[in-house]
T-cell receptor, first 112, second 117 residues
Framework: GEDVEQSLFLSVREGDSSVINCTYT??????LYWYKQEPGAGLQLLTY?????DMKQDQRLTVLLNKKDKHLSLRIADTQTGDSAIYFC????????????FGSGTRLSIRP | NAGVMQNPRHLVRRRGQEARLRCSPM?????VYWYRQLPEEGLKFMVY????????ESGMPKERFSAEFPKEGPSILRIQQVVRGDSAAYFC???????????????FGEGSRLTVL
């Protein structure tokens, strides 16, 4: 199947860590991605992970991939107000030549 | 290096009219994707094109919608006889030619927001 599922909303306190979760059904995905969409704008790639990796860290971002459970997560350390956005999980198909399928997006809001 | 350019950014049409949305990919990119984002919903894949070829149109509605990416000029998403349910943001994305190091990253335009009255 093509389903990529995410919860729709997440609210965290400024300075705390945010964890955004995603599940997918197609185990043939080569790459999995996290994109960020700020209000009124297009999507920008935040980070990606190759399917043979378990973890990837990039400054405040940590991506965890559990292939057995088909679960992907994005952790944002020390969440700031500028992190407020919609975060989309996405995956490729059997090769990078396939269409990229997006989840519904998780809207992250930051409270003081 | 200019990014993905979409126009118009905003388009208002009455029911029954036609909407044409244009997308110029990043320089050097020959793959174009169209996605639709409905209010409070995620991004739904519509169509994937290369120059003069439709690679995957599995997300395109069977009627009224068409897309092209000619040898010269931008990619165009065309919606005939628009209905209120077509109101959405339409995003175009491009990617470079496939190669050993290509991670499949998509570069998005800022979207075209269609409102059907």
């Amino acid at each position: 199947g093509e389903d990529v599922e995410q919860s729709l909303f997440l609210s965290v306190r400024e300075g705390d860590s945010s964890v955004i979760n995603c599940t997918y059904t197609d185990s043939s995905s080569t790459y999995l991605y996290w994109y960020k969409q700020e209000p009124g704008a297009g999507l920008q790639l935040l980070t990606y992970i190759f399917s043979n990796m378990d973890m990837k860290q990039d400054q405040r971002l940590t991506v965890l991939l559990n292939k057995k459970d088909k679960h992907l997560s994005l952790r944002i350390a020390d969440t700031q107000t500028g992190d407020s956005a919609i975060y989309f999980c996405a995956r490729t198909g059997y090769s990078s030549a396939s269409k990229i399928i997006f989840g519904s997006g998780t809207r992250l809001s930051i409270r003081p | 290096n200019a990014g993905v350019m979409q126009n118009p950014r905003h388009l208002v049409r009455r029911r029954g009219q036609e909407a044409r949305l244009r997308c110029s990919p990043m320089k050097g990119h020959s793959h174009v994707y169209w996605y639709r984002q409905l209010p409070e919903e995620g991004l739904k894949f519509m169509v994937y094109l290369q120059k003069e070829n439709i690679i995957d149109e599995s997300g395109m509605p069977k009627e009224r919608f068409s897309a092209e990416f000619p040898k010269e000029g931008p990619s165009i998403l065309r919606i005939q006889q628009v209905v209120r349910g077509d109101s959405a943001a339409y995003f175009c994305a491009s990617s470079p030619d496939l190669g050993g190091t290509n991670t499949g990253e998509l570069f998005f335009g800022e979207g075209s927001r269609l409102t059907v009255l």
